[in-house]
């Protein structure tokens, strides 16, 4: 079975400019995570769908949005790019998005914003 | 709020044993999750702590005691494969959902 897909891999961006990430779930799993990782840091929560709608926000601006579509592929977009949103974008797949449960990550799209 | 403190950095050889603590600070606590990630790749789940005491898989423990708010990762037996980042993880009791909060990680590097 397939993981969890993410796409693009690497992206280079400049500032002020628009991104958009993509992600598929493992087969099966309604909730899609993003989380954000700079270099050396653990990951940090941006948002969580369950069944298309929005269950947590973390500390983002605005400029961070996502949806999750009826198959529960999800996309992460970031409007006005500064150079401090160079990071690596994962995306985790889980099967209720409640309680405890494991979280299937993806290999990450890295952002470069210069 | 939920903050986890977790050592940056352990070497050690192969062959060898590794801790790597975990303290946290949790305005509520469900258990500790740990996860690996090696360089360039996606972290993996390792383990899961709800309650005290330890829980073992294969090479790889992990511990829990509730009332000192402290965990630990036993890597036994260290084999090259095992150098990565390990980090700890809570959920967040106060969000729906299943969001982690995760510790800043500790980078092992086992050495032959």
């Known amino acids: 079975d397939a993981g969890v897909t993410q796409s693009p891999t690497h992206l280079i961006k400049t500032r002020g400019q628009h991104v958009t990430l993509r992600c598929s779930p493992i087969?099966?799993?309604?909730?899609v995570s993003w989380y954000q990782q700079v270099l050396g840091q653990g990951p940090q929560f941006i948002f969580q769908y369950y069944e298309k709608e929005e269950r947590g926000r973390g500390n983002f601006p605005d400029r961070f949005s996502a949806r999750q579509f009826p198959n529960y592929s999800s996309e992460l977009n970031v409007n006005a790019l500064l150079l401090g949103d160079s990071a690596l974008y994962l995306c985790?797949?889980?099967?209720?998005?409640?309680?405890?449960?494991?979280?299937?990550f993806g290999s990450g799209t890295q952002l470069s914003v210069l | 709020g939920q903050s986890l403190e977790q050592p940056s950095e352990v070497t050690a050889v192969e062959g060898a044993i590794v801790q790597i603590n975990c303290t946290y600070q949790?305005?509520?606590?469900?258990?500790l999750s740990w996860y690996q990630q090696h360089d360039g790749g996606a972290p993996t789940f390792l383990s899961y702590?709800?309650?005290?005491g330890l829980e073992e898989t294969g090479r790889f423990s992990s511990f829990l005691s509730r009332s000192d708010s402290y965990g630990y990762l036993l890597l036994q037996e260290l084999q090259m494969k095992d150098s990565a980042s390990y980090f700890c993880?809570?959920?967040?009791?106060?969000?729906?959902?299943?969001?982690?909060?995760f510790g800043g990680g500790t980078r092992v590097l086992v050495k032959p």
């Open positions: 993880a809570v959920r967040d009791p106060q969000a729906a959902g299943n969001k982690l909060t």
């Open positions: 702590n709800a309650l005290d």
């Open positions: 087969s099966g799993h309604k909730s």
């Open positions: 985790a797949s889980s099967l209720e998005g409640q309680g405890f449960e494991k979280l299937f």
């Open positions: 949790t305005s509520g606590f469900y258990g």
